[in-house]
């Protein structure tokens, strides 16, 4: 492919004299397909003992069989972004939730968990979050 690129993967330039390439390729093939039925068919009017058959059905054999058609490349669709806000959370020893509270609100948010603290034996912690808005 592309020589001096040390083993990296080819460039889009490079993809696209390929492409360029190949497409060159196809064409002077469909025109020599074209010469040799051009071929054919003077053969077969000089050729009236029956011969100009075999050729005929030779020639055909070694004409090339059309490209078959390129695949339809698939589609994906981009995952749709979730709108999210940060919201104080205070959770008990076994992380379930006490107390939530605005982002803007985190005074009342440490207020509430030090109640909580002074209330009940255990462990109370508070916890930044962010939570999916739901519309």
């Known amino acids: 492919m592309a020589k001096g690129r040390g083993g990296r993967a080819p460039s889009r330039l490079d993809k696209r004299r390929e492409a360029e390439a190949a497409e060159a390729r196809e064409k002077d093939d469909e025109v020599e397909g074209e010469e040799e ?3 054919e ?3 077969d009017e000089g050729d009236e ?13 070694a004409a090339k ?3 078959a058609p390129k695949k339809a490349t698939k589609r994906t669709r981009t995952a749709k972004e979730v709108r999210r806000r940060a919201v104080w ?3 008990d020893n076994s992380n379930k939730p006490v107390g939530t509270f605005p982002f803007n609100q985190k005074e009342e948010a440490e207020a509430a968990l030090a109640k909580k603290t002074e209330e009940k034996k255990g462990t109370f912690f508070l916890n930044l979050i ?3 808005i739901k519309e």
Do not use: I, L, N, Y
């Not at 029956?50 to 030779?58: F, L």
């Open 89 to 91: 959370v205070v959770f």
């Open 41 to 43: 068919e003077e053969a």
């Open 49 to 61: 003992d029956g011969e100009g058959g075999k050729k005929k059905a030779a020639k055909k054999k």
């Open 37 to 39: 039925a051009v071929e």
């Open 130 to 132: 962010k939570e999916e």
């Open 65 to 67: 069989k059309p490209a």
